[in-house]
């Protein structure tokens, strides 16, 4: 008697990129001028500056 072969089922959906959840916002052409600017002078991406500014702001509140 032939015996079926055992297969995985197929993950649906596009895979993981990373662990931390999306989070966008909107902001005026201005602002991102500014976030550009900033990341050029500190060598960072537009999504690691917005980061930084963001940890930066928390520091500063809780002093």
């Known amino acids: ?8 089922p197929k ?3 596009r895979p ?3 662990r931390d959840p999306l989070v966008g916002f909107r ?3 201005d602002l991102l001028a500014q976030l550009e600017a900033y990341g050029e002078r500190e060598g960072l ?6 980061r ?3 940890e930066e702001a928390l520091k500063a509140k809780r002093s």
């Open 27 to 29: 902001a005026p052409p």
């Open 45 to 50: 991406k537009r999504s690691e500056a917005i």
């Open 16 to 18: 993981a990129t990373g």
């Open 1 to 8: 008697m032939l015996m079926s072969i055992p297969v995985e």
């Open 52 to 54: 930084r500014l963001v």
């Open 11 to 13: 993950k649906r959906g």
